[in-house]
Every structure is written in structure tokens, then in C-alpha cells.
């Protein structure tokens, strides 16, 4: 099966979110499965500036956007595996940044029409195109409206997947023409309108085979008014084209039996000794005193969403109780500046590092007793699997991704519980659950055996390929 994943982000070479681990992460393992599957991603200045990759340029033409005509320079490259196209001109991808700038509309639009037109010019025409997010959306249009007749397109399916539905790709409506060279039509038809405007998401949505979004949970929250940022009513009408698989996580990056960031690796029949000298480790290094209570981790970026009033009034509790605090994140100022006074109060038990670092991340997993999750949303969330995989419990909001991949314990599931979790997003519901999460703690052998559910929870990236996968051959075989 030929399979072209076409996003504006992925691993090794962009990435800003989530966005570049899934495309990367589901492609590998569909490559490993056998598929034959080419990620399609734009040739930003940040890419040329990776000397470790070998770029082979195999084409070049011109892109025709109404009285435009832009160049196109495609590349090859292999990395990991996995076969790559980018995408190049200088004009649009010649900058510094990804994403934020005024041209934003016509960049992605030259992107999508240049990917249209290589398919048409290098023999690979795909049995399924995978496009992701808005950056790509109107390829399912360009591609049924303006080739859709031809024989070589007819068992071609379109596959969208949603990860972030709040950026919608709005434009004015003299886009459709003036970058796409496509009709009014559409607009007035309401195909492509959102909003009063032209969306490049709800066109997907409308010419999508199928539509996916990154948990089962977030897919049923996207058909409510309060999920739905607006597009309920529209997704509604393709409820029976779509659904939501839960995102795996890199098995061969986040193994704590061969994690290269661990000063001791561990697994599920060593996990005690060795979550033990991780967490001696962690808190000599973070200067703090072991008061051989829980030790609670965070890695977050510190926003809004992520429920920060929450994690501060857990935090204080669980401090207050005298567990340490292992916290790694940076985002809001003023997040941060309340997250500095809670070290400041407990300056022997409470770690704090404003900022990213890659190997503390690593080490928090390993070392922690509980991982802090309670967010607002969150359509999949992959800290929680993380910290399952290393065998540290997840303490979250059930909501999205988060309700899908913890199975709270409720004092009588030990057999399979895999953290904890509550429904209300109130700071009262958070507290109260990370003292239930810390009396536990003290029974040794429910908490064993709770951690030994969380290590053995399977979220490699092969069971939901599988899921992929099996809606890619349910559209090929439905002709």
C-alpha cells in the first residue's frame, strides 16, 4: 500500500508539538509493518541547517497560483528508516520559523499545490493520502476537484487527521482563487465556508474519507459545543466517517531498561531497586533532602491548559505532606514566579528547572512515585504514558486522551487500575485525589502492583498502526 503522510511538521527534521512525533512515529511503525509509506513535509531554512542528513534534489517545476508562478525544488532524503520528500522554496521556507508568519495562508496553499503536482510528476500516486491538520487540508480538495476524473486518482483515499482543533486555517474567501485556483463555488456552496470565511480544516473535514483525531475520548468531546471549538455541527455530519485512536509513544526513546538518560535502567522485574537509585540520584542532584515519602513529578509546559492552578494546590498539599517535588517546565510568568515561591516554602523537598532539558525529563519519569496531569483538555496527552511506561503513576483529569489511557483506581481494581484520575476540574476534586493517591502509596502492596499495571500497559506505536491500518484497507477495499 502506498501511503503519502503530508504535514508541515515531523521527527527528525521540524518539529514544534506533538504533531512531528505522530507523523514520524505512526510512519515508522507502518514502514515496519510493510507499507510503503513517503512524509511529505515543507524544506524550512532549519532543515538545511542538520549537516547529520544527505538531501538528493529529484525534481523541480513551477507552481501556478493564479498570476504566481513559484518555484518548486523537491528533495529526497532517507532518515530512520523512513523515505522523505521536502518540499523547497526560498521565498516561503527560507526563514527562521515554522509557523507565525503574516504569509502563513499562501505558504502552506504554494506547499499543498506543490505536493498535488509531484505526485502528478513522479510516478508515486498514493492509495491513501494522509494529511494532517490545516497546513494540508485542501490537498483532498485540489486533488478531487482538480484530478479526481483521472484514472490514476480513482481508488486514490483521503485520510485527516485532527490534532489541534483550534487552528482552523481561516482565510478570505479570495483565497480559493487567488492561491488555490479554485472556483467560488465551493465557497458559496458552503464546502469550504467556516466562519464566514474559507477554512482549510472544514475542507478536509468536508472532502476527507475519513477523519481521525488522537483519542477516542477527544473524537466524541469534538462533537459537543463545549469541545468543539465550533466545528461540532460540521463534524456531525461526518460522525460516521469518524473517530479518534489514541497516539502511541516511541518505544525505542522513552525504555527505561535501556534509557541512555538513566544513571540506573530498570525493568518490570526490577523496577523497585531501580526506581529507587533513580530517585536518590534525582534529588542529590536537585540538592534536595529524601524525606522517603512519594516523590511527585512534573513535566509540562506551564499554561492554562495544562491546569496550573491545580498542579500549584496539589503541590502545596502534597509538600505540605511532606513528599518531594520534582518540577520541569516553563510557559506563563506568572505560573513560573508561583512555582518559585512554592520552592521557596519548601526549599529541602521542592526541585524546580524553568526551561526544557531533555535528560532531566527522562530522569523525572524514572525517578517519580506520581506524575502530575490534571488538564483542562487534552486530546491525547503522552505524559502519562510515559510515566506509565517507567512505571510512576499518573495523577490526571479525566478528560481526552487522559480518560482513555489511565484507568483510575477506586479501591477495588487493583487488578487493573494504572493510576489515578477525577472528572471535575476543580482544585478541591485535584486535591483530594492526590491525597487518596498518597494514602495509597503507604499500602505496598496495592501500589506495587498498581505500577507493575502501569509498566505493562501497552502503548507502542504498533497498536495503533494496527488501528490505522486497518482503516486505510476498509477504504481501499469499499471502492
Keep these: 500500500m502506498k501511503i503519502a503522510m503530508v504535514a508541515s511538521e515531523a521527527n527528525p527534521f521540524a518539529k514544534t508539538g506533538g504533531l512531528g512525533d505522530v507523523v514520524y512515529a505512526l510512519s515508522k511503525e507502518l514502514t515496519l509493518m510493510g507499507e510503503d509509506v513517503r512524509i511529505i513535509l515543507p524544506f524550512y531554512r532549519t532543515i538545511w541547517q542538520k549537516p547529520t ?27 530512520d528508516g523512513l523515505i522523505y520528500y521536502l518540499i523547497d522554496n526560498e521565498h516561503y521556507f527560507g526563514r527562521d520559523v515554522m509557523y507565525g508568519e503574516y504569509d502563513d495562508g499562501e505558504r502552506f496553499a504554494f506547499f499543498t499545490l506543490a505536493v498535488k503536482e509531484f505526485f502528478e510528476r513522479n510516478d508515486f500516486i498514493p492509495d491513501i493520502v494522509h494529511v494532517h491538520d490545516w497546513q494540508a487540508g485542501m490537498l483532498p480538495v485540489l486533488i478531487k476537484e482538480d484530478l479526481g476524473h483521472q484514472d490514476l486518482y480513482k481508488n486514490t483515499k483521503h485520510v485527516l487527521s485532527i490534532h489541534n482543533p483550534a487552528f482552523q486555517g481561516l482565510f478570505p474567501k479570495i483565497v480559493l482563487g487567488d492561491f488555490y485556483n479554485l472556483p467560488d463555488s465551493l465557497f458559496d456552496s458552503g464546502k469550504v465556508r467556516f466562519k464566514g470565511q ?9 472532502y476527507a474519507d475519513k477523519i481521525v ?12 459545543p463545549e469541545g468543539g471549538q465550533g466545528l461540532e455541527d460540521v463534524l456531525r455530519l461526518r460522525e460516521w466517517d469518524f473517530t479518534g485512536f489514541l497516539n502511541g509513544v516511541d518505544y525505542d526513546e522513552w525504555d527505561p531498561s535501556k534509557d541512555e538518560y538513566l544513571p540506573y535502567n530498570y525493568d518490570i522485574t526490577n523496577y523497585k531497586e531501580g526506581k529507587q537509585k533513580n530517585r536518590e540520584a534525582l534529588l542529590r542532584s536537585m540538592s534536595l533532602k529524601d524525606g522517603g515519602k512519594p516523590l511527585v513529578g512534573l513535566v509540562s509546559r506551564l499554561t492554562w491548559q495544562k491546569g496550573t492552578d491545580l498542579i500549584l494546590a496539589m503541590a502545596y498539599e502534597l509538600a505540605n505532606r511532606g513528599c518531594n517535588l520534582v518540577l520541569l517546565g516553563s510557559g506563563e510568568y506568572h505560573v513560573e514566579q508561583k512555582l518559585e515561591q512554592l520552592r521557596a516554602t519548601y526549599p529541602d523537598l521542592v526541585g524546580i528547572y524553568i526551561g526544557y532539558n531533555n535528560e532531566l525529563a527522562h530522569q523525572i519519569y524514572a525517578a517519580s512515585d506520581f506524575f502530575l496531569m490534571p488538564s483542562l483538555f487534552e486530546p491525547c496527552g503522552i505524559g502519562q504514558m510515559i510515566a506509565q511506561r517507567y512505571g510512576s503513576l499518573p495523577i490526571v483529569r479525566r478528560t481526552g486522551g ?13 487488578d487493573t487500575a494504572n493510576g489515578f484520575g477525577f472528572d471535575r476540574f476543580d482544585p478541591s476534586d485535584a486535591v483530594s485525589t492526590a491525597v487518596y493517591a498518597y494514602d495509597t502509596w503507604w499500602d505496598l502492596p496495592t501500589r506495587n502492583k498498581l505500577m507493575e499495571n502501569a509498566m505493562r500497559t501497552d502503548h507502542s506505536w504498533k497498536q495503533s498502526a494496527t488501528l490505522y491500518l486497518g482503516l486505510y484497507k476498509s477504504l481501499l477495499e469499499d471502492k
Design 213 to 224: 483525531t488522537v483519542s477516542p475520548t477527544h473524537s466524541k468531546e469534538l462533537l459537543t
Design 53 to 79: 542528513y544527505k538531501f538528493e534534489e529529484i525534481s523541480t517545476f513551477y507552481v501556478s497560483m493564479s498570476w504566481r508562478r513559484e518555484r518548486a525544488d523537491v528533495y529526497k532524503c532517507e532518515a
Design 402 to 414: 487522559l480518560r482513555d489511557s489511565v484507568i483510575n483506581y477506586d479501591g477495588a481494581n487493583s
Design 198 to 206: 474559507v477554512s482549510t480544516l472544514k475542507a478536509a473535514i468536508t
